[in-house]
């Protein structure tokens, strides 16, 4: 089947108003909004190492988005669209048919169109998307603003997806195949929140990220740890091998004055926040466990051990 059949089969489809030139050209023209700054992200997925290979394909669509959507909101910025490189082993019409379908899905939810990209042939199936959003000028949430004094704040619950890896078909399997991106918290932010990240490579790693381009510290309470009910029952060290270095949980880590917090409860919020630390001078990331520091090494998001008990 030629290139274009399939881009004409699977991924044409009308866009927005403001989408001057869609796919089926050499490129794609988009209007900008006045005052407005384009926030660009990509991400790549390789079968096998991002994703299980027996994952659904339309599980793979809509994550593929996910990733994406996720990055533009920890800027605080608001989706607009996607462009789409698309690398097959082989043409699998009811593969193409799951997948672009997860894809439009993530793409309605979200408010986002589809404005072009590449399809072309290879040995290992690789999805590449590029996403872009727009922002207010100078509104963008940055990793270099923490302050200290400032809250460390999570959305939703972490090590769900690593769990969920490590349990193929657990409920929380859902968490890791259909993650989602928390784009209205993060346009909630805007103005409020001094730094953020979102949590793709395991919690300690991506708030190490804000640490160092903040130059500052944070210290973590253990015991406040959002995580489910199912990483309640595991011994301590696994549940928190999970929470701080698992990854895929795609939740928006922020930190915020006390003030700007309560500023921000007082906005209707579409998914539970929790206050999981605070920023300090002394630079390096703590953990202190019910009352008592609690010395942990994390290196990454597959290498975990206890320094000290």
Known sequence: MAEFSIIDQYFKRASKSDVSLGIGDDSAIVTPTPSQQLVICTDTLVAGRHFPTDTSAHAIGWKSVAVNLSDLAAMGAKPHSILLALSLPTVDHDWLAGFSQGLFDCCDQFGVSLIGGDTTQST?????????????????ITRAGAQVGDYVCISGQIGDAAFGLQHLGHPLQQRLDYPTPRCNLGQQLKGLASSMIDVSDGLAQDLGHILNASKVGATLQLEQLPIDYSLKELDLRQALHY??????DYELCFTISPQNFEKLLRQQLDVPLTIIGKITQQTGLS????GENHPLAVQGYQHFEYLVT
């Open 124 to 140: 290992q199936l690789t999805i590449t998307v590029t996403a872009l959003g727009w922002i207010e000028q100078g509104q963008a």
């Open 243 to 248: 929470a701080l270095a698992g990854g895929d």
């Open 287 to 290: 953990f202190v466990y019910m």
